[in-house]
């Protein structure tokens, strides 16, 4: 069954640029990875730094892959202390 992921990231103070560079840098990596059918990032037009990836994946297992790519902890290792706050809610399509 396919899955639909948001998630949900807010810049520390000062490190909206840092954190924008480091997420562009997930997008076509991740979009070549199997099993991701969408991989957008947005970013809110009044606060710069709150972004979220609406994604979707065939399904959570291969999610659970792209969460455990190196990419992913180059990722965190980059952004270490520029994130306030990170929520992932995992979803499925009702309609």
């Not at 069954?1 to 640029?17: N, R, S, V």
């Not at 947005?42 to 994946?57: L, M």
């Amino acid at each position: 069954m396919p899955l639909t992921i948001l998630a949900q990231i807010t810049a520390a103070d000062g490190k909206a640029d840092l954190l924008r560079h480091e997420l562009e840098k997930l997008v076509p990596i991740t979009r070549a990875e199997e099993g991701c059918l969408q991989y957008d990032l947005h970013t809110d037009n009044e606060n710069p730094g709150f972004f979220v990836f609406y994604e979707n994946w065939e399904t959570r297992e291969l999610w659970q892959t792209h969460m455990n790519a190196p990419h992913l902890a180059a990722y965190m290792a980059a952004t270490e202390g520029a994130v306030s706050s990170f929520t992932i809610n995992e979803m499925t399509r009702l309609a």
